[in-house]
Structures are given as C-alpha cells and as structure tokens.
C-alpha cells in the first residue's frame, strides 16, 4: 500500500505532515512526500490567506485526477476553518482539524469530521527525514497575538511549547547537518517558564547548524544574541515578520512594535553579526493603507536593506477584525505590490553583491542543470558548476550574481 502526505504553506505543516510519514511507516504504508500515484493522500492544508486555501481545495481535485479511486484525509488550518467544503468533495472520507495531527494515524479507519480540541502538545512520532541534509524541527505551536488580519490564532489556539530536552533528542535522532528550529509564534515560546534563549543555551554544544524560523521584533533581546552567538554553528537569518512600515497602519494590525523599535532590533542584531542577513514579510494593501502609509513602508525597506522581503497582496479573512473594513481596489494593492517588488529585488542583489569576493559555507541541497545549489549560511542562494554532490558543508568563494543569488567556485 502506497500513502502520500502532501503539504500546503508552512515550515510548521512540513514538520507535522514528517510527523505522519513516520507514523504511516510504522503502519506499513510505503510513503512519499510528493503527489504521485497512491491509494491513500492525507493532504495536510494552510488558510493564511484566501488564496492558500483556493490551493488547497484544489490539491483534492489534483489528487482525484492522478488516481480516482484514492482515498483522501483532508487536514491542517483550511480544513478547521472550512470542513464541510472539504468532506463535501469526492473521494474525501475523513476530515481533521489543525490540532494533534498525530491523531490521523488512529483515525485512518474512520470517517467523517474529526476536529479535536485538545490543544496539548504531541511527541509521539519523531519526523522523518524530508530532505537529506536539512530538518524543521517545530518547537511551538499556537499564537495569541490577534492580529487584525490572521485567523491563524483562532485555528492554532493557544500557544504551547516543547520540552527542550525533546527537541534535542529529536535533533541527535534526525542526524542531518542542520536543523531549523520553528514554530507557529516561535518567539513565544515557553516550556514551564523556559524561553527561546534558554532552549537555544541547551543546544549550545551540538556540532550541528542551526537556523532560526519567523521571529517577531520583541525577542531581539542581549541575552537572545548571546545565546545564538555561543552556538557551535549558527546560520545568521533573521526572519523579522515586519508587515508595514507605517506606525498608523501597524497599530491598526494590533503589531506590538513601532517602526523605530523594528530598527533599533535590527541595529542590536548587526552589532553581534555583521553579515547576517535580515528578512521580513510584508502585508500590501491593508484596508486602512494610504499612499503615505505605503510610501513609509518603502522607505523603510530601503533604510533597512533587507536581505529579501516576502511581499504578498492583503487578503481579507472572515472572522477577522480587518475583514469588516471598506478594502482598497485591486488595482492599487496590484500596483503597490508591483513597486515593493522592485525594491525587494534591487535590495537582495545589494546584499548578494556584498559577498563576492568573500568565502561562504554552503550546504548543497540538490544538482540540477550542472550546478550544486544550496543556501549559504546567510541564506543567499549558491551555485557551484560542479555535479560532485555532497552532503557536507562546503566552503566556497562567490565570484558573481548569477539568478536569484550568487555564483561560486569551491574552495581547494
């Protein structure tokens, strides 16, 4: 019997649907993470924005037209925010929520709507290997920031955390050379008083990269930088979720930050590493947006110089509190996208364009088209003109822009 577990949005949905891989493994399936023949799909969904769950209603039909006969487990946020659309679809026999997906394994017998309450944390599978030499290792699950534009609080619940002494067994048990450490509001985590400077000081002496998910600007903090800086190898990207740069549109979002305090993280983070690279997400097109207020967040992106920047159109969720307001016309959030766009690109070439010249580590992630492609310890994109693939860390000398990154020799 052949099972794929096929995933839409997150880092936190790729480590619960490994969670399920190792789960259907230990039931017998054969199992894959890619969408191809099988006789059972679990389809694991997101709901961050409308078109996210567009997506995932259309992965069913997807499903249905590589094999008619499958039968589906439709699970994860779009599913808990809208069931009956999914256990109204042909071929779909079970529906589960965002909450304990670990629980689908006892249920692949049953049908209907399954959508569980019980908020407390799983650790029963350990997540299977998904890529060779990378992991998301998901530490935090929930968030209560309610901000005016997301449900995923209201589909996530509340915020709870791992025991770090199960997170490092986890780490050790996936042996790969690096491990990203996510969550849903990773920055709120919380083990029994324990914080994220503390679970990062428990990891201090595993000779493994690190990376950090999404953090909110508030866990810049000196004891946070300390704590990364005495890791054995730690990758330097800061994901900082900014979403505007206007201090009105921000407060509208119910952001706990001013545009200034976003700054002062930044400047905090590039007086311990230099050359980190510093990315950010940014919403266009918030129901309250003015020309000045996108004007503000354009000028931030060019006094900041982030390393990329995540651009994507507001899109008005129900249940929301910004789902009620009078929306801006398609036509202006199109157009301000279109104009972030452009500085986005001209501020990742900037910061790519630093780093010629200069040596790189580099985990090699795949071969394709005679190059070695993989992420540089400050997530530029690398690539080597070589085939001789390998698992290990490789140090490399950047010698020119070369598509979405930079091109790199390897170092004798």
Do not use: W
Not at 122 to 138: D, H, L, Q, V, W
Not at 384 to 412: M, N, P, R, Y
């Amino acid at each position: 019997m052949k099972a794929v577990v096929f995933t839409l949005g997150c880092k936190v949905n790729a480590c619960e649907s490994a969670s399920l891989l190792t789960g259907l493994k230990e039931l017998g399936y054969e199992v894959s993470d890619k969408l191809g023949f099988a006789d059972l799909y679990i389809l694991n969904t997101c709901a961050v924005t409308s078109e996210a769950e567009k997506k995932s209603r259309q992965a069913v039909a997807r499903i249905k037209k590589i094999n008619s006969a499958a039968k589906i487990i439709v699970t994860g946020c779009a599913a808990q925010n809208s069931p009956k659309s999914f256990l109204d679809k042909e071929g779909v026999y079970l529906v589960t929520g965002a909450i304990n997906k670990d629980k689908i394994i006892s249920l692949i017998n049953e049908s209907g709507l399954h959508l569980d309450e019980d908020d407390c944390y799983y650790e029963r599978f350990m997540p299977s290997k998904g890529e060779r030499t990378r992991a998301y290792i998901k530490v935090q699950d929930g968030c209560e920031n309610f901000c005016a534009y997301c449900l995923i609080p209201y589909l996530r619940g509340a915020c709870r955390s791992r025991d770090p002494k199960k997170v490092r067994e986890e780490i050790l048990h996936l042996g790969v050379k690096e491990a990203v450490i996510t969550g849903i509001n990773l920055t709120a985590y919380n083990y029994e008083g324990l914080k994220l400077y503390d679970l990062i000081e428990s990891l201090s002496d595993l000779d493994i990269r690190l990376r950090l998910g999404s953090l909110e600007e508030n866990v810049v903090t000196d004891r946070f930088l300390s704590a990364l800086s005495l890791l054995k190898d730690f990758a330097p990207h800061f994901h900082l979720s900014l979403q505007s740069g206007s201090d009105k549109v921000l407060k509208e979002m119910n952001r706990k930050y001013c545009r200034d305090e976003f700054i002062e993280s930044i400047n905090k983070i590039r007086k311990v590493f230099p050359d980190a690279a510093i990315t950010t997400d940014i919403i266009v097109g918030f129901p309250t947006e003015t020309e000045q207020d996108f004007s503000d967040t354009l000028s931030m992106c060019q006094a900041v110089n982030f390393a990329d920047i995540h651009c994507f159109v507001f899109s008005p969720r129900k249940g929301t509190k910004a789902y009620d307001m009078l929306q801006l016309d398609a036509q202006t959030k199109n157009e301000r996208l279109q104009r972030l766009i452009k500085v986005k690109e001209e501020s990742r070439k900037a910061f790519s364009e630093k780093f010629i010249g200069k040596t790189l580590s580099v985990l090699p992630e795949m071969v394709k088209d005679g190059y070695i492609e993989g992420y540089s310890a400050n997530y530029i994109r690398c690539y080597i003109k070589s085939t001789d693939f390998s698992e290990e860390i490789i140090s490399v000398k950047a010698t020119g822009l070369f598509k979405d990154g930079l091109l790199c020799e390897i170092q004798k």
